[in-house]
Structures are given as structure tokens and as C-alpha cells.
């Protein structure tokens, strides 16, 4: 298994990111991809998550409304559109998987890719 983030970038708040992660491995489509973050200091924040063959989503309040899941299968790559960004937004951004659907948030999600940096200036 193997995921690869892009997209990250410098943005003032009120502005709109898009990131990519691009998943490859998996033997079915029965998966879940999910997007966490990490700030300086903060702890790790599941932020929303796919299962990539229903498309079933789920979001963390601190981001409902503004950012939206979404994937596509052929090549398999789930993207985050980030809308009305705020500087707490500021973050590692992680792409993580489960071979199980419909997992969680706070579940286990063992693979992990290297992140990509989004920084909201004020």
C-alpha cells in the first residue's frame, strides 16, 4: 500500500486548497481513506474520511461545511477541497488507510503517508 500526498500550500484565510492523495495496493475497493492533520503542539485531528467504494464520508465539526471529501477509483486518488480556510487550519496534512470500509476517525487506520504542509496566513 502506498499514498502520496500533493496539494499543499501558503493561502490567506478566506482562500481555497484542493490536496490530492493518490492510493495504490489495495487489492479491493473496500476501503476507507481518511484525511488527519497535525499542527505544532497539537495533537493529531481526524478530519474527514471515505470509503472508496460507497463513497460514504464523515466529517469533524471543526471542518464541516467548509471542506469536502470526495474520490475518484481509476487511478484511486481521494481529494480534500479545503473552502474558507481559517489560520487554525494550519497543519500537516496526512492521508491514511484501512483495507476495512466505513472505519472511523478515531479508528485504525495503518498506513500513512508523509503529508503535505498547508499553512493560512492571517
Known amino acids: 500500500v502506498q499514498l502520496v500526498e500533493s496539494g499543499g500550500g501558503l493561502v490567506q484565510a478566506g482562500g481555497s486548497l484542493k490536496l490530492s492523495c493518490a492510493a495504490s495496493?489495495?487489492?479491493?475497493?473496500?476501503?476507507?481513506i481518511a484525511w488527519f492533520r497535525q499542527a505544532p503542539g497539537k495533537e493529531r485531528e481526524g478530519v474527514s474520511s471515505i470509503t472508496m467504494s460507497t463513497e460514504k464520508t464523515t466529517y469533524s465539526d471543526s471542518v464541516k461545511g467548509r471542506f469536502t471529501i470526495s474520490r475518484e477509483v481509476l487511478p484511486a486518488t481521494v481529494f480534500l477541497q479545503m473552502n474558507n480556510l481559517k489560520p487554525e487550519d494550519t497543519a500537516v496534512y496526512y492521508c491514511?488507510?484501512?483495507?476495512?470500509?466505513?472505519?472511523?476517525?478515531?479508528?485504525?487506520?495503518?498506513?500513512w503517508g508523509r503529508g503535505t504542509q498547508v499553512t493560512v496566513s492571517a
Open positions: 495496493g489495495f487489492p479491493y475497493l473496500s476501503y476507507t
Open positions: 491514511a488507510a484501512s483495507i476495512w470500509p466505513d472505519i472511523a476517525l478515531d479508528g485504525e487506520f495503518p498506513y
